[in-house]
């Protein structure tokens, strides 16, 4: 694996892609931080056998104390960086949803699909007359095909 390899894709692929992958890492931030407690533990100050003071932190929740070089909290807190990067891949995920609408996205894949069918309809004509069915037959085949794609979102998709 090594990074600039080209990739054959078109514009409007390359954005969906992007939309997909920004809505999997939102959805992977949020799960992680659904595991993280809602507010920090307190911090624990102790002293030890010659009289110094230490100040063991807390766990972080969703957000936390910040400290300064020398270990003792500041009094402010931040955010959790899981929290960050998730907000930070939600703004990236309307910012490419955006971009994708605006461009028509959705609207070029389902002319891609309605074209599709209508090759795939058209080779299953073709393969019904050269079958040598009698009309009946045919017409059986037709019905059973259109039942089929409708009750199967898949196929329909």
Do not use: C
């Amino acid at each position: 694996m090594k990074l600039g390899i080209p990739v054959e894709t078109n514009p409007a692929e390359a954005l969906l892609h992007a939309v997909w992958e920004a809505a999997g890492n939102v959805e992977f931030y949020r799960q992680l931080i659904q595991e993280l407690e809602a507010h920090p533990e307190e911090g624990q100050y102790s002293e030890d056998s010659e009289g110094k003071t230490h100040y063991r932190p807390g766990k972080r929740g969703i957000y936390g104390e910040t400290y300064h070089i020398s270990g003792i909290p500041t009094g402010e807190a931040t955010v959790h960086v899981l929290v960050q990067l998730y907000n930070e891949e939600r703004d990236r995920l309307v910012k490419y949803s955006s971009e994708a609408l605006r461009a028509g996205v959705e609207e070029r894949r389902v002319k891609l699909a309605e074209s599709e069918a209508r090759v795939l309809f058209g080779a299953v004509m073709a393969a019904l007359a050269e079958a040598d069915l009698s009309f009946q037959q045919q017409e059986s085949v037709r019905r059973s095909i259109a039942m089929r794609l409708r009750s199967d979102p898949i196929a329909a998709s």
